[in-house]
């Protein structure tokens, strides 16, 4: 354990923690921040004396609520609590939800986030000894934090670069070059890397030099994940969060059994019913919803991430008591497909478990109005010869049918349109 005091907390302690600390926010908040000020108007700290009176006195917030504050205060900061002067560190969200927002950090927010961080880090595997290859978006607060808790873990070497798709033999050639032992990327960006360093001499038994990799940005797979095992020698365990917000990650330990939640004893993460704001049933799919109490420049109070997530019950045979998410989807992925619906973990997951299919990044096609069949647009891989275009798309659209019960349209395509260090899952047809 990095911190067992902290991630082996008993549960009744950790609720009596969170209590305190939405309690301390709300009097915090309310006072110093123009948009909390409204927002909680007429709610009184002293009446909130449990954590079900919190969630039924507090509104939930979106990013909507937040780019109207902006425009009303004319202020990127609308929900800032402490004095600028007082500031290290802050900056944009990558605008791919629309609108760019801001978050800001002072010292103690900022020791404090590293601090949930290196707890994940070492859950995932990560050591001193290692040399971090970190493909983040550089101009994000992710990205400082990030080496931040790499540091902190007692990483010296950090090789940092973006995740552009056009440099991906640039990453291959670094990796190859330098040896890092632990990547941190995108799902789609070691899927291409592991593609392009296929055409190349390997330097020996494996084409890529890493041991442990913590993938973001989707779904991943367990046939996917094993491998990446099997064919390149590497133990993945993914991450899943709100960087552009929140800065605010679960990740994986070894036992693979969900993601952890590492900052319980600072954050109060809900789990609702999107449709309704209640809060879901034990071991139903819902919306996380979170409280940061840890922060005092930017804190969010009972903010809607728009992320689909599957608790895990009972606690994970690695010790810790912190409760444990899958990251399903974002909400607004949702597909219609004649009188049901497909997400994009859905076409993952049936993926993984075909041999043709598997680690094969994609995009999925929304039209305006409901369509009968799904459309499944794949990138295509190098390897996949032109003679095996038609018969690899005809078995996987049987596949996929099958699996997920509509039916499918497969087709390959030599790119997929993508932000970051994500190919975008949903691809919304303009109205004609």
């Not at 632990?182 to 291409?192: D, I």
């Not at 991430?305 to 599957?310: A, G, K, N, S, W």
């Not at 974002?330 to 993984?352: C, I, K, M």
């Not at 039209?367 to 390897?383: F, N």
Request: proline share 6%; charged share 25%.
């Amino acid at each position: 354990m990095w911190d067992a005091a902290a991630e082996c907390m008993a549960p009744e302690a950790r609720a009596a923690l969170q209590l305190r600390g939405v309690q301390a926010l709300l009097a915090w908040a309310g006072e110093r921040s123009p948009m909390y000020r409204e927002r909680l108007a007429g709610v009184d700290p002293r009446a909130v004396r449990t954590l079900d009176d919190f969630a039924a006195a507090v509104p939930l917030t979106t990013k909507d609520h937040l780019r109207a504050a902006m425009d009303r205060h004319a202020s990127a900061l609308p929900h800032l609590c402490v004095p600028r002067e007082t500031l290290v560190l802050g900056g944009p969200s990558a605008g791919t939800s629309g609108r760019q927002t801001y978050q800001a950090f002072d010292a103690q927010d900022l020791d404090r986030n590293t601090e949930m961080l290196a707890r994940l880090y070492w859950a995932a595997g990560m050591r001193p000894a290692d040399v971090l290859h970190l493909l983040v978006t550089p101009f994000t607060p992710a990205a400082d934090i990030f080496r931040l808790a790499a540091q902190r873990v007692g990483v010296r070497w950090i090789v940092r670069d973006n995740h552009e798709p056009a440099q991906v033999a640039r990453y291959v050639d670094a990796a190859r070059a330098l040896a890092p032992s632990f990547l941190q990327a995108g799902v789609s960006t070691l899927r291409a890397m592991a593609q392009h360093a296929r055409t190349l001499p390997a330097p020996g038994a494996r084409a890529l030099p890493y041991q442990r990799a913590i993938l973001m940005g989707a779904a991943l797979g367990a046939e996917a994940r094993e491998q990446f095992r099997a064919e390149q020698g590497i133990e993945v365990a993914t991450l899943s969060g709100q960087g552009s917000d929140f800065n605010l990650f679960s990740g994986e330990c070894d036992a693979h059994d969900g993601e952890h939640w590492h900052g319980e004893d600072m954050t109060l993460v809900e789990v609702i019913d999107p449709a309704t704001g209640c809060a879901a049933a034990d071991g139903t799919v819902g919306e996380m919803v979170i409280t940061d109490f840890y922060r005092r420049a930017t804190p969010h109070l009972r903010w809607r991430t728009e992320d689909m997530v599957r608790v895990h019950p009972g606690a994970c045979r690695c010790g810790r008591t912190t409760r444990r998410f899958t990251l399903l989807d974002r909400v607004a992925n949702r597909v219609p497909v004649g009188d049901t619906a497909v997400y994009p973990f859905q076409v993952e997951t049936a993926l993984s478990r075909s041999e043709d299919g598997r680690n094969l990044e994609f995009a999925l096609v929304r039209r305006a109005a409901a369509t009968p069949s799904l459309e499944v647009r794949l990138l295509r891989p190098a390897a996949l010869a032109d003679a095996a275009l038609t018969p690899t798309a005809q078995c996987l659209q049987r596949h996929l049918g099958g699996t997920l019960d509509v039916p499918v349209q497969v087709t390959f395509h030599d790119e997929l349109p993508r932000v970051g260090y994500k190919t975008l899952r949903v691809l919304d047809e303009p109205r004609p």
